[in-house]
């Protein structure tokens, strides 16, 4: 090489470092990210954030200073007890929530504590402790304390924040809220979140509950700052931040409006009014059910701004405890109150078991309702033999009774409730009726779990054939009939809905039913414990990869398909755990979800890996790519090959997404913004859709334009086919980027309470306009 072209060389390079300094400085400085990330965030910027600390309005949070009394807690080098920090704090935090509006409670404003007298026992004490603060069904239970390290490394100092291990919603998303805040203020870098098993995380009945152990006081220098009121003060302030982000998700608040009683004679649907907060729409896909410790999918309908289950029909007699919660399109995720359900359906028959002329000396007869189930535990049946009168309890719907070996009485007269000693069977015939019979358009297979919702949105659910039994009264007005993975039918027309006889209803498979039977793996990443960011940095990851992969759950079950999660909370899982997670489930596909952390070395990875030569892996990281770089930006993401154990080693076709980085501007801000996670989570399932469709099918993408008066409508939530929320942009549009041609229904809603559920065609060329107007 001569010297001559070495220099041509260096000129080359100058050229060229010529025409991409001044890129560079256009695009403010940062190198790191491709441009579309400034184009979304300054969209985001544009619209306003949450309300700040008037969302802490009204809320009720319940303050627990840890210990008290005859309990010290920890001790400092210097003897400050940790029961007079924990009080100091909590008393400024009342402060700061009192002035804020909020309706806060603390469990004890002196040094005292809750034994019973004569007890010294940690168990009374926290058991009466719990008592008051589950007296406030609170939205917020925060304990406060203070660390104390035996090993008695005096220098060991840190953060933790723990939440209702049980609880990896609500009380996971306040640590990390509460973690973030106090990592900053404190200035401790060393922060995490855990799940706790304590005693009052376990017994609280708050939508979300965490420990705070804001650092150690076996640490003599934070001893020393902690008896000065001001550092207490930053404490306060940093739980009172952490609150406020927590609420300016716009955490929906729900109300039980049916049942009104407790006790049900028979299975009513559990309806709750759901309110959105500071005009945060509600995401119609998150609406949940917990029954006895289980989760449902509840329905939630944006016309009246309720949420549904039906319990099914032959649900055993029982008591059922109950709480429903449903999320903001921030991630704010409200629940009910939890409340005990008793079903008792009135008894209907008496059967008895064995034969009345038995010799063994007793006859069990068997107490059932109009179903045949058997009544409530404990229902009193009174039985006369020979003018003699006892009262029995049932059991499983069974009582024994003795009735002697020698003879048989001639004459036994059960009683339970208005049944008596009857055999006959009565079931009283509804003379106008139609059965509405939804089947699968593609199979013409009967699908069990459809939903008629009534003009008066009560929702009425199929038996296992599929079919809808309405009297006439409910069949006035519109019906829509509603199936999970079905583009609903609306039969808003007379004629359409018959006073009595069948009506036959196909339903379209939502994307051509493919996601039916479809097992997906979502692998959200945990941050590096070791590698490069702060604790804060590390938080938000953990959670915007969690968030991210909650979000898409959401979207694939309300599409047909199965999902595992292999992380649903902090807890320690190490990549065999997952890997072996992904496999044992049997996954069609598996996707990791990584919103990474730049180093100093290197700039953030931005891309979707595959392993070398799989083709569905490289097809399914393409598709992403090209869903993803809609709204990032063209080109934002590469293919790229990559040998990582999760690719290598999973069974099936798996990308990693290496998304949005962490750790500094815009990255930071936009992981952070649920509404970024929104868009992310539909960028990449309409991916998936389009994957499995593998374009073989009339797929199209669609924009919804929402005016009232004429004018574009900024930020109403519109939902189609009652499931997928987005919210319209500030030219009223909300664009779907995978919807099936034909036929779709659109719900949209908005914060005056008007609504819309109005019924549109799309075409397979797509891209056309729907513009509804809402008024
Ligand atoms: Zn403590």
């Avoid at 985001?44 to 627990?64: F, H, M, T, Y």
Wanted: glycine letters at 8%; charged letters at 25%; hydrophobic letters at 40%.
């Amino acid at each position: 090489m001569n010297r001559g072209s070495t220099l041509k060389r260096i000129n080359l390079l100058s050229a060229a470092l010529a025409i991409i300094l001044p890129a560079i400085i256009l695009t403010g400085g940062c190198t790191r990210y491709p441009s579309g990330l400034e184009r979304v965030y300054s969209e985001l910027k544009e619209q306003p954030l949450g309300p700040g600390a008037s969302a802490l309005k009204g809320r009720i949070i319940v303050i627990d200073p840890g210990h008290g009394g005859y309990f010290d807690g920890a001790l400092g080098p210097d003897s400050l007890r940790e029961a007079d920090v924990n009080l100091g704090v909590a008393l400024y935090l009342w402060g700061l929530l009192k002035e804020a509006g909020a309706d806060v409670h603390l469990t004890r404003s002196t040094d005292r504590d809750f034994l019973p007298p004569g007890s010294t026992e940690l168990k009374d004490d926290l058991q009466n402790r719990m008592a008051i603060a589950d007296s406030f069904n609170a939205d917020v239970f925060l304990s406060i304390h203070h660390n104390s390290n035996l090993q008695l490394d005096r220098k060991k100092n840190g953060i933790e924040v723990y939440y209702k291990s049980s609880d990896t919603g609500a009380s996971l998303i306040l640590a990390g809220d509460v973690m973030k805040h106090l990592s900053k203020n404190l200035s401790i870098e060393k922060a995490a979140v855990k799940p706790g098993g304590y005693f009052v995380l376990r017994r609280s009945n708050a939508s979300a509950s965490i420990l705070g152990e804001a650092s150690y006081l076996s640490n003599p220098i934070v001893e020393k700052k902690l008896k000065l009121s001001n550092k207490q003060r930053l404490e306060a302030e940093s739980y009172f931040l952490g609150l406020i982000d927590y609420f300016s998700r716009g955490v929906p608040r729900l109300e039980r409006t049916a049942p009104e009683a407790d006790t049900v004679q028979s299975p009513e649907p559990l309806v709750f009014r759901v309110r959105e907060v500071d005009g945060i729409a509600v995401d119609a896909a998150s609406a949940k059910i917990r029954i006895a410790s289980k989760e449902y999918n509840a329905l939630y309908l944006t016309d009246s701004g309720e949420l549904y289950f039906d319990l099914p029909p032959f649900i055993p007699n029982g008591h059922y405890s109950i709480e429903a919660s449903v999320s903001s399109i921030l991630g704010g995720i409200g629940k009910s109150k939890r409340y005990d359900l008793t079903v008792a359906r009135p008894p209907a028959f008496i059967i008895p078991i064995n034969s009345p002329y038995t010799q063994s000396g007793s006859i069990r007869l068997k107490v059932l309702d109009a179903l045949g189930e058997p009544v409530l535990d404990g229902t009193a049946v009174s039985v006369s033999m020979n003018d003699k009168q006892s009262i029995f309890e049932t059991v499983k719907g069974i009582i024994s009774v003795e009735v002697g070996s020698e003879q048989p009485p001639a004459r036994l007269i059960v009683n339970a409730l208005n049944v008596t000693d009857t055999l006959d069977v009565n079931t009283v015939k509804n003379e106008k009726e139609i059965r509405i019979k939804a089947t699968n358009r593609s199979s013409g297979e009967a699908i069990p779990g459809t939903i008629a919702i009534t003009a008066d949105n009560i929702p009425i659910r199929s038996g296992s054939n599929g079919e809808i039994h309405l009297s006439g009264e409910e069949t006035s007005g519109r019906l829509i009939i509603y199936a999970k993975g079905y583009v609903p039918a609306l039969l808003d027309t007379p004629e359409n809905v018959p006073e009595r006889g069948d009506v036959l209803v196909s339903l379209q498979p939502l994307f051509d039913g493919v996601l039916f039977g479809k097992r997906i793996s979502i692998d959200p990443a945990s941050a590096d414990p070791v590698g490069d960011g702060t604790a804060e940095e590390k938080t938000s990851e953990d959670l915007a990869n969690l968030e991210l992969a909650n979000a898409l759950e959401g979207l694939l079950t309300a599409a047909g398909a199965s999902v595992r999660i292999t992380r649903r909370g902090a807890e320690p899982i190490s990549n065999e755990e997952r890997i072996f997670k992904v496999n044992s489930f049997k996954s069609t596909i598996a996707i990791r979800l990584d919103h990474v952390i730049p180093t100093n070395e290197q700039p953030a990875p931005f891309g979707i890996l595959h392993y070398p030569g799989s083709k569905n892996g490289m097809d399914l990281a393409r598709r992403i790519a090209g869903g993803l770089n809609r709204f990032y930006g063209k080109d934002a993401f590469r293919v790229n090959e990559s040998a990582r154990p999760f690719l290598l080693q999973t069974h099936c076709p798996a990308c990693e997404i290496l998304l949005a980085p962490i750790g500094s501007s815009p990255g930071k801000e936009l992981v952070s913004d649920n509404r970024f996670i929104r868009k992310e989570s539909f960028g990449i399932f309409e991916a998936i859709v389009r994957y499995f469709l593998n374009d073989s099918s009339d797929l199209a993408s669609c924009t919804i334009k929402i005016t009232k008066g004429g004018n574009p409508a900024a930020g109403v939530p519109v939902t189609i086919n009652l499931v997928f929320t987005k919210t319209t942009d500030k030219e009223g549009r909300a664009h779907f980027g995978a919807v099936d041609v034909g036929e779709i229904v659109i719900s949209i809603g908005d914060k005056e309470g008007r609504s819309k559920t109005v019924r549109r065609t799309v075409t397979p060329q797509g891209n056309k306009e729907i513009t509804i107007e809402l008024r």
